[in-house]
């Protein structure tokens, strides 16, 4: 069986302060920290049985609170990384971490996906971390959320990455780009059209819940993060059963992580090969989309 899992545990610490996130500068207890810790252990305890049943994986990890400074993570990482049935094993982080850790993973199968927050670390530090990602080979993305604030940051920062590092962009959660804002943003990243506005989704064939899951903390498997319907527990095998072709019972679907798996949307072939790192197949140069891929006008 393949399957993509979208991991996240208990963890919500962060180091950041982010005014637009609910998690900014919170702190786990030890205990938390060290539940957290178990859980990720167990979970990457299974990935590894996983692959002596024939299962091929893609892992992401999606944690509320920020992984890679944690050594936990950092080691799932590596040791995933090195399971030949794991395709892609990759975490959504802040780059605030080290990155020398990076040396002992496989870097063919792991990858990260990176958040600037201006304001939240500065900017040549933050630079100088993704060059050393792009010098050590690792698959990565950048992104910054489109916040009027953050545009001149953003274009900084697009024109000193490499060329071929993909940086996105977030629509601000519960914000409405006028035609000329979107393009400001689309001229930066030229998809950020499919995040600008939520995308009805109810009714709709969506591959979570058949060949994506999200897993909790306790191995609890729903068809994503967004939806609380349960679909058995990963550790005692009883999520099997329950997957099957899918139809989305949500009205709209509004984070990446939700709707790129989508099926009436392109994007498994605009990301193809990247899906979890978002990162697009082939270099797309600034204010370009490729035929095929352009997003409905919202």
């Not at 099957?244 to 099926?263: F, K, N, W």
Request: include cysteine; proline fraction near 7%; aromatic fraction near 10%.
């Amino acid at each position: 069986m393949d399957l993509t899992i979208l991991y996240r545990g208990p963890l919500s610490s962060c180091d950041y302060d982010c005014p637009y996130c609910p998690f900014a500068k919170r702190r786990d207890s030890r205990e938390q920290l060290r539940a957290d810790r178990a859980a990720l252990e167990r979970f990457t305890a299974w990935a590894e049985a996983a692959g002596r049943d024939g299962d091929r994986l893609k892992i992401l990890f999606t944690p509320w609170g920020e992984g890679l400074v944690r050594s936990w993570y950092r080691r799932a990482l590596v040791e995933l990384s090195r399971l030949p049935h794991v395709e892609r094993v990759a975490i959504q982080t802040n780059l605030s971490c080290r990155t020398e850790w990076l040396a002992q993973a496989d870097l063919e199968s792991a990858a990260l996906w990176c958040t600037y927050h201006p304001g939240q670390t500065p900017y040549d530090r933050f630079l100088a971390k993704c060059r050393d990602l792009a010098d050590r080979g690792v698959r990565f993305s950048v992104g910054v959320v489109g916040l009027p604030e953050h545009l001149e940051e953003a274009r900084r920062l697009r024109a000193a990455l490499p060329d071929h590092v993909y940086l996105w962009v977030n629509a601000a959660e519960g914000r409405t780009y006028t035609d000329a804002e979107a393009g400001r943003w689309t001229a930066l990243d030229p998809l950020f059209p499919y995040s600008r506005s939520p995308h009805p989704s109810a009714g709709l064939p969506c591959r979570t819940g058949e060949s994506v899951v999200s897993v909790d903390g306790d191995g609890t498997v729903r068809r994503c993060h967004f939806v609380r319907a349960e679909l058995g527990n990963l550790y005692d095998g009883s999520y099997r059963a329950a997957l099957r072709p899918r139809a989305c019972p949500l009205a709209r679907c509004d984070c990446h992580i939700g709707y790129v798996h989508l099926e009436t949307l392109p994007l498994y072939d605009v990301f193809a090969g990247g899906v979890l790192e978002r990162i697009p197949a082939g270099h797309i140069p600034a204010g370009h989309i490729p035929a095929g891929h352009r997003p409905p006008v919202a």
